[in-house]
């Protein structure tokens, strides 16, 4: 699976170690990045390459939206403040992608941090736990990548759905995939059976 791992450039000098470590943890965790700019590129080259004008500019926009196209799982870390950061989270959202908000220990994004949306998964780490933090995420981030599946229903069968699933204290789909899994497990043992 493809991973677009970005970051602030500006927060090289305080989190660039953990840039890299993190880069890294994914490779190890049998990820594939579609770029290396968030480990190769310093804040002092971005801001030279940037400065050049808008061709550059436009370039780097359209270059970040094709590596969020290409990405299964956007991880974006998020220590140092940035509203282009904040502005990649909800495009990659936008194009339901699975998306991984990291940041260090206390350096909470608050404002991502409110947005309520099943795919984003945000989490602080540090020194000793980031490799947990980050398999923990990939793990839920893999299951948020459930593929659509859209039916219809008679009246009869959604009022169903809906009251079983109040019931439950669960949501609709996940009683939908529970009642699939009980069939299939229905169905695997009267095989077993006969």
Do not use: W
Not at 39 to 54: A, D, I, L
Not at 151 to 178: C, H, M, V
């Amino acid at each position: 699976m493809k991973v677009f791992f970005t970051v602030t450039y500006q927060g090289e000098d305080k989190f660039g170690e953990f840039y890299k470590k993190i880069y890294e943890e994914i490779e190890n965790l049998g990820y594939e990045h579609v770029d290396k700019e968030a480990v190769e590129t310093t804040y002092e080259e971005y801001v030279g390459k940037m400065s050049r004008g808008r061709e550059f500019q436009v370039e780097n926009y359209h270059s970040k939206m094709d590596h969020i196209q290409q990405a299964d799982i956007c991880v974006i870390e998020t220590s140092a403040h940035s509203l282009g950061l904040g502005f990649m989270v909800q495009r990659a959202l936008e194009m339901a992608k699975p998306t991984i908000v990291l940041y260090y220990k206390d350096n909470t994004p608050y404002f991502l941090s409110g947005v309520e949306d099943e795919k984003l998964i945000v989490r602080s780490y540090d020194e000793d736990n980031y490799k947990k933090v980050l398999r923990d995420a990939f793990n839920i981030a893999r299951e948020k990548r459930d593929k659509r599946f859209n039916f219809f229903l008679s009246p009869k069968l959604l009022n169903y759905i809906e009251e079983a699933s109040k019931e439950r204290g669960i949501t609709k789909s996940k009683l939908l995939r529970d009642m699939i899994v009980n069939h299939m497990r229905e169905n695997k043992e009267a095989g077993e059976e006969e």
